[in-house]
């Protein structure tokens, strides 16, 4: 019989067989990241598996490549390398060290939510505690350890940021920022939803519970196993039988709600 070991025991023990950090650099400015790439090439136990420029190829790298550890910049309150952070999936989560210009409120936040950071500029010897302290936190915390620890700093940092504002669509060779005002209504598709938005849809890869759990429940309503709609664009309710409904959205769709999630129904009539 195969012996399945802990995903803490068996990270170090790859990490014990020379298996390298993965690293993930995301900063807008050349300078910095040249900055930050010559520090981590100089650390035998890490690789750089991507540099990016902007926050949507961050996005898109991390899902895709889950690294172990990523120097994020961040420039609050305006933009926000933070959404990087709302948009990834919790099982490519990497350990974040920012590396931000910001003033001492977000320095203490990141302080008290055990997210390191570099101050610009950073010195070597600098740079060198906080890579050790995220390579101490790859192997010592689970991934949902540090999803739990991320969302905290998120709801420290930017109260309003606890739900997603925009989601990162990668469609046509192209990666662009969909509002969560656009959306009409979400569907599963195995481990991808499909996003309906005005006349057009967007396969995202997550899964319609993960989605769920990042947006708005005020704004959001799950009507069936497979299916969530943007309350705002519901247009009629009809009753069915033993407690369903069929549902009609203002661009005309017709979806039908299932009882397990009747209870929520009941909260959008009792509100309208």
Not at 15 to 41: H, M, S, T, W
Not at 48 to 64: F, G, K, Q, T
Not at 234 to 242: G, Q, R, T
Request: charged share 30%; with cysteine; aromatic share 10%.
């Amino acid at each position: 019989m195969e012996f399945l070991w802990p995903s803490r025991f068996r990270f170090e023990f790859m990490k014990e067989l020379n298996e390298k950090f993965r690293v993930v650099i995301v900063d807008d400015e050349p300078i910095a990241r040249e900055g930050v790439r010559v520090q981590v090439e100089k650390d035998g136990e890490a690789e750089i598996v991507r540099e990016c420029r902007i926050d949507l190829e961050a996005v898109d790298a991390i899902n895709d490549l889950s690294p172990d550890i990523a120097f994020l910049d961040v420039q609050m309150p305006e933009t926000d390398g933070l959404e990087v952070l709302q948009n990834l999936r919790e099982k490519t989560l990497p350990a974040i060290v920012f590396v931000t210009a910001y003033d001492k409120y977000a320095l203490k936040a990141f302080e008290i939510n055990a997210v390191d950071y570099l101050l610009k500029p950073f010195d070597p010897q600098r740079f060198q505690t906080a890579f050790n302290r995220a390579k101490a936190q790859v192997r010592q915390l689970s991934n949902d350890s540090i999803n739990r620890r991320l969302q905290n700093l998120l709801e420290t940092l930017h109260p309003s940021s606890k739900y997603l504002r925009r989601l990162v669509v990668k469609s046509g060779g192209r990666i662009f920022f969909l509002q969560v005002d656009e959306i009409v209504w979400i569907e599963a598709a195995d481990n991808y939803v499909n996003v309906h938005a005005g006349h057009e849809s967007h396969l995202i890869r997550e899964t319609l519970t993960g989605l769920e759990m990042k947006l708005d429940p005020q704004q959001f309503i799950r009507i069936r196993h497979s299916a969530i709609v943007k309350a705002s664009r519901i247009k009629e309710l009809h009753p069915m039988f033993k407690g369903s409904y069929e549902i009609l959205l203002n661009d005309d769709t017709k979806l039908t709600t299932s009882r397990r999630y009747y209870k929520r129904i009941a909260e959008l009539l009792d509100h309208s």
